[in-house]
């Protein structure tokens, strides 16, 4: 990939002790207890944790989705934690990618049209360039012969795919994962798993929550996320993929 985005340091992402409270009651629970994380442009890491320990939270101060209580958010060199949201939203379609759990393909519009959205939005590329890049992507994600069915006419596996493809429409150096194969068979994840390897060899940037123990052995660099602090943070050299 030949830009850089401004990352900081070649870091695309730097978490400076980041602290998220929420208001419950005449209460506050904290959820992220002094966050400091860096990752580097390139890096493939699973962030793992037991349920309502903080890792979407800590997903939503990475993506600009939510703002800590206090500490700093730089993704991508620019201040997230300070910036309006309307800046946040044009910043997060040139620069983040986000997949679902649950694909939020838009049900009325083909894969193709899901798929090319975000560059109308973003205002990214050529108008007539873009059913051609989005046809690339489904390529890319071997989904090019579905390009015109529904979301609900084709299976999980190949929305999560074309999930995929959508948010590689902008070509943003971070793509962030939330539970990407929570509602797939182990074979499509598989597949799934494999695409995003090939995503962070052409210089992506991947940060993935989650539960699957298999997979997140295979992610190069590991965060653990328990009562709302980073417990391990560790590499495991390249990622040995040995399929299914």
């Known amino acids: 990939m030949s830009h850089n985005n401004g990352s900081q340091n070649g870091h695309v992402v730097v978490l400076n002790e980041v602290v998220k409270s929420f208001p419950v009651g005449d209460d506050e629970i904290t ?3 002094g966050i400091n994380l860096e990752i580097g442009s390139g890096e493939f890491i699973s962030i793992v944790g037991p349920s309502g320990n ?38 997060r379609g040139d620069h983040v990618g986000i997949i679902f759990q649950f694909f939020q393909m838009l049900p009325s519009l083909s894969l193709l049209q899901n798929v090319i959205l975000p560059m109308d939005f973003a205002n990214k590329f050529e108008p007539k360039e873009r059913r051609d890049r989005a046809m690339a992507l489904l390529e890319t994600v071997s989904l090019a012969d579905q390009a015109n069915k529904l979301p609900g006419m084709v299976s999980g596996g190949q929305q999560q795919r074309a999930a995929i493809a959508r948010a590689l429409a902008n070509d943003p150096p971070l793509l962030v994962a939330d539970e990407p194969t929570g509602n797939l068979d182990s074979h499509t994840a598989g597949d799934v798993f494999r ?20 997979l997140a052995r295979q992610v190069p660099r590991v965060v653990e996320i328990t009562d709302g602090r980073i417990t391990r943070d560790e590499y495991s050299g390249p990622a040995a993929w040995t399929g299914y």
Request: proline share 3%.
């Open 31 to 33: 959820v992220l207890k």
């Open 54 to 91: 903080g890792k979407s939270t800590l997903l939503n101060m990475i993506t600009g989705i939510d703002r800590p209580t206090a500490g700093e958010v730089i993704v991508t060199g620019r201040p997230v934690h300070k910036m309006s949201e309307n800046d946040l939203a044009a910043w």
């Open 195 to 214: 695409l995003f390897n090939r995503l962070v060899e052409e210089g992506k940037t991947l940060l993935m929550v989650t539960h699957d123990k298999e």
